[in-house]
């Protein structure tokens, strides 16, 4: 069969590479720098970083990273349109995104054997997974103002009228657009680096394909998943119907649920959501906006949300409102947590980890929220269609990404928003039957991405196949240089799965 050929939208110039972007988030204030816990988390290597990535054998490049790099953090170029957070050596970096920023590609160089880097890959990239550059440089309120306003909101709450709150939502939300990190409406500046980087390592070595195992089982060319975060009374009790909706397009989807003060949680309605082949994990603990407001009190209601989770039987974890702090991630005992969106402009807490695929943080997998949430686009943006979310499925399945929705019980009880909702739904079950994208259920992702963390190539004549547990439903795939071009083959794979287009960012 003729192998399956994907364009990854990656192409060199030279010795330069240019094709990532640019991000932001809460966290580090402007000349950070890596503290003992981000150390401990990445990986040795820029060889070690693209293989884990990957799952190819670790024969890249001899990546060099140049010596004297800037003693502080900030903002440089990498081309023309990609942005990095870190030190680099060829040029101080600015500690705001608006200023005219340093092009370290131009110092990217191709020595023998040897790839010559201005900057640390592999800390750009925690940066960016991590969200660890500065929010106060993005032209949006300050962290001390956001914080002002979130404490004033949430005291005055109860007391507001429901219409007041979307109104004073839509106007500290306003201008979302405008914000230069992340990349909206989907940031991919990860997965291009990571192809670059390999690119790089191809060329240095005089490669022209590189074998590695694919993203997702049986070949597919991205991944889906839909979770429901189940916020009120009326929200738990609509649940039944959501079911419904979802099975009659044969989509199975997570259940988030908060353990305390919300609505009663019996045996009985989780017991239904697990026997109908549903899954259910925690979602905070009390959905009071304050689980990650100090740590003390955070590792006490962690060991409250771990009992529930073992109550639970669940695997998985959200907090509310998608707050986060990855450094105290160490006292969640989940498989895998959803706090962490890909854009966040539409969160009270900005930032996002530019990233389409799942990603570790320690013991624990992160998968990423990747699109939308049905309250923003309906309530804030006042987006009455799918629009949005057919462009953000678009740009992700180019990276063959994972496509992952955060639908609300409570919304959708609202005819016209489930009407909006079974046209997703039915988009979906379009692109699987084409056998474009895997629909799984959040579990079934996590398992997956470990198994194939674990995976190994091994060649066998001529031939390469696949070891580890798992592995059955792997699939053999080619990065391939072509014309400077990044692509990829599947060469078991059928015809009708071809995907990618060149990326704008």
Sequence with gaps: MEPVRIDSGVQTTGV???????????????????????SARLPGSVGQLISDRFRCLQETANF?????????????????????????SSGAPANFVTEPLHDAGDHIS?????????????????????????????????LSSRTAFRNLYYYARPLMPTAGRRYLQRVYFRGHDKIPFPSWPVDRSVESLFEQLLVLSMKSRNVE??????????????????????ETTAGRNFCPQLMDLND????????????????????????????????????????????????????????????YGREFGAQGFRSAVMYRNLDWYDALEFSYDMSIPNVAHLDPQQGGCCTVFPFFINKVLELPLTTTQDYSLFEILRDYSIQLWKK????????????????????????????????????LCELRFRKETWIALPGEVAAWWRLR????????????RIEGEGSGRAKVAYAVRDHGRLTYEIPEAPQRVRAGSKSSR
Aim: net charge positive; hydrophobic share 35%.
């Design 392 to 427: 953000q499925i678009a740009l992700i399945r180019q990276k063959h990404g994972l496509v992952s929705f955060s639908i609300h019980p409570d919304y959708m009880i609202h005819r016209a928003a489930r009407r909006l909702y079974a046209e997703l739904l039915q988009y």
């Design 64 to 88: 060099v990273i140049d010596a004297g790099l800037s003693p502080n953090s900030g903002y440089f170029r990498i081309g023309s349109k990609t942005v990095g957070f870190g030190q680099c």
């Design 110 to 142: 191709v020595r023998g054997s040897s790839v010559h880097l201005p900057f640390d890959p592999v800390r750009i990239i925690d940066n960016l997974r991590s969200e660890r550059y500065p929010a106060t440089c993005r032209g949006i309120k300050t």
């Design 209 to 230: 394909r590189v074998p590695f195992v694919w993203f997702w089982p049986e070949g597919a060319q991205s991944c889906a998943m839909v979770t429901h975060d189940v």
């Design 16 to 38: 330069l590479i240019a094709e990532a972007v640019s991000d932001g988030n809460d966290g580090a204030g402007v000349g950070t720098t890596a503290t003992t816990s981000d």
């Design 453 to 464: 963390s674990r995976m190994q190539l091994v060649k066998t004549g001529s031939a390469w």
């Design 248 to 307: 009659s397009f044969g989509i199975k989807s997570s259940f988030q649920i908060i353990p305390e003060k919300r609505y009663t949680v019996s045996e009985l309605f989780l017991g239904n959501i697990r026997q109908r082949g549903f899954e259910i994990n925690v979602h905070d603990l009390n959905h009071d906006g304050r689980l990650m407001c100090e740590r003390d009190e955070f590792l006490s209601r962690a060991r409250r949300i771990n009992c």
